[in-house]
């Protein structure tokens, strides 16, 4: 079994910083692909950012030079940095990972944290 904690979600004004992070735990032999996606009010949900085991990253043209995704393969953890926040990031931020088990490789998500930037 397969678990994805998330947190440093929150309030913050605009132009703010929050950092999220998001520790794999479990049943663990690899873990490939992680990253964020993000769901705003009545919108669908979106990627934010990805990062590959090799540290590749891509990330959605809004954030680009604002948000930094990381890793550490040590402790099975992916990271984003966010700063310079604007209202329309908020949403509920879900990070996800990829993956392998002994019964396979899959998606994992998490529960998704809050992320609110308002004055």
């Known amino acids: 079994q397969v678990q994805l904690v998330e947190s440093g979600g929150g309030l913050v004004q605009p132009g703010g910083s929050l950092r999220l992070s998001c520790a794999v735990s479990?049943?663990?032999?690899?873990?490939?692909?992680m990253g964020w996606y993000r769901q705003g009010p009545g919108k669908q949900r979106e990627l934010v950012a990805g990062?590959?085991?090799?540290?590749?990253?891509n990330y959605a043209d809004s954030v680009k030079g604002r948000f930094t995704i990381s890793r550490d393969n040590a402790k099975n953890t992916v990271f984003l940095q966010m700063n310079s926040l604007k209202p329309e990031d908020t949403a509920v931020y879900y990070c996800?990972?990829?993956?392998?088990?002994?019964?396979?490789?899959?998606?994992?998500w998490g529960q998704g944290t809050q992320v609110t930037v308002s004055s």
């Open positions: 996800y990972a990829n993956v392998a088990t002994v019964k396979g490789k899959y998606d994992y």
């Open positions: 479990g049943s663990i032999l690899s873990i490939y692909r």
């Open positions: 990062i590959t085991s090799g540290g590749s990253t």
